[in-house]
């Protein structure tokens, strides 16, 4: 479904060096892929350019990003717009930067279907409400009519899924999605993630810092240290028996807070 070949990727702005460096990566329908790394690894630079939100003007692109036998780097910006939100759908880190403050909820999960799909009102409203349900907001005709700000965080990241979701894209970008989120909540929405990609078969390419989310999210696991990816492999045999030295790290790092905490 997705094959990224020698993903090269440089800013034009003065920043030095390349932000990923010739990776390669790839997943099958209904994967579950978690790109791991510290801040500056080149993750979520990696993310934004497979969905087409890298500014063309500010970087070059090289290598191949292959979705369902199209180059996406070839695309236009026009033939792109028709693939996010309808076979590619994203959901970022902090709700807020990404609903709009001023508009109703049920208003924002439509929006992607009022982009692709000549569809009534009434239909539109009723596949937000469908898919707010499925996403385990609460009172779905009530939630409807509110605004973000009335909303908890938890129920935000909710809607943003639901919004991400509510076209049943074949693949869904998740960049630190439960970063922001205390750890009941987390736990929560990892838990939702795991249910639309065992129910719905949706494939998962999840960005993260946090190795304990992504081995309990991703089937497959790819490290990442400054722009390339040093370790690929099955979560569980990666995560147990890490053979880069930057994996031992992190690993190393992830024990060493539980003792703390222990």
């Not at 590619?88 to 439509?110: A, H, N, W, Y």
Request: contains cysteine.
């Amino acid at each position: 479904m997705l094959d990224i070949k020698n993903l090269t990727v440089t800013f034009n702005d003065g920043r030095p060096g390349m932000a990923v460096k010739g990776i390669n990566l790839h997943m099958e329908a209904g994967d579950t892929l978690g790109l791991v790394g510290e801040s500056g690894s080149g993750k979520t630079v990696t993310a934004l350019t497979i969905a087409g939100l890298i500014e063309r003007d500010n970087a070059t692109v090289d290598g191949e990003v292959i979705f369902e036998g199209k180059n996406l780097l070839k695309c236009t910006m026009d033939e792109m717009r028709l693939l996010q939100g309808k076979d590619i759908g994203v959901i970022f880190q902090e709700p807020m930067t990404s609903l709009d403050p001023l508009m109703k909820i049920g208003r924002q999960i439509e929006e992607t279907v009022k982009l692709h799909f000549k569809l009534k009102a009434e239909e539109r409203r009723n596949m937000a409400l469908e898919v707010m349900k499925l996403v385990g907001l609460p009172e779905p005709d009530m939630t409807y009519k509110k605004y973000p700000h009335q909303l908890s965080g938890g129920q935000r990241q909710r809607a943003m899924i639901a919004a991400a979701f509510i076209n049943h894209p074949k693949l869904l970008i998740l960049d630190e999605p439960t970063t922001a989120l205390d750890v009941t909540v987390q736990a929560q929405i990892i838990d939702l993630l795991k249910r639309l990609n065992e129910k719905c078969g949706v494939s998962l390419l999840f960005i993260s810092h946090d190795l304990r989310v992504i081995k309990r999210v991703c089937k497959k696991v790819a490290v990442m240290y400054n722009g390339e990816i040093v370790e690929y492999g099955d979560t569980e045999q990666v995560f147990s028996d890490p053979q880069h030295e930057y994996t031992k790290e992190l690993v190393a790092a992830v024990s060493a807070r539980r003792k703390v905490n222990a």
